[in-house]
Nanobody, 125 residues
Framework: EVQLVESGGDSVQSGGSLRLSCVAS????????IGWFRQFPGKKREGIAS???????DYADSVKGRFTISLDNAKNTLFLQMNSLKVEDTAMYYC???????????????????WGQGTQVTVSS
């Protein structure tokens, strides 16, 4: 069984930066798709970035150019570097994983079966 644990959420001012981490433990298959999602109060989780074992990376338009997803395979750790944060980035952030390469529906939460508990990011003006 694989477990995902996020960390790095914090309160920052608009324009600031944060780096989120997601550590995976357990048996990890060779082909995987892993991504970052966020959830606004009362809304469904939305995918914002993904990376798979083939190195394919995708971003949602809302974060493209500001957020960077990366993976440290040696440490089984996924990162999300968030720069130029905006008040509207305030949300709970989750990492999620599924076996197999990422597909065209990578941003849909139904494509992922393994989830972390989330970490809160709050951006103030």
């Amino acid at each position: 069984e694989v477990q995902l644990v996020e960390s790095g959420g914090d309160s920052v001012q608009s324009g600031g930066s944060l780096r989120l981490s997601c550590v995976a433990s357990g048996y990890i298959q060779s082909d995987y798709c892993i991504g970052w999602f966020r959830q606004f109060p009362g809304k469904k989780r939305e995918g914002i970035a993904s990376i798979d074992s083939d190195g394919k990376i995708d971003y949602a338009d809302s974060v493209k150019g500001r957020f960077t997803i990366s993976l440290d395979n040696a440490k089984n750790t996924l990162f999300l570097q968030m720069n130029s944060l905006k008040v509207e980035d305030t949300a709970m952030y989750y990492c999620a994983a599924e076996w197999g390469y990422c597909t065209g529906s990578w941003s849909g939460e139904l494509d992922y079966g393994i989830w972390g508990q989330g970490t809160q990011v709050t951006v103030s003006s």
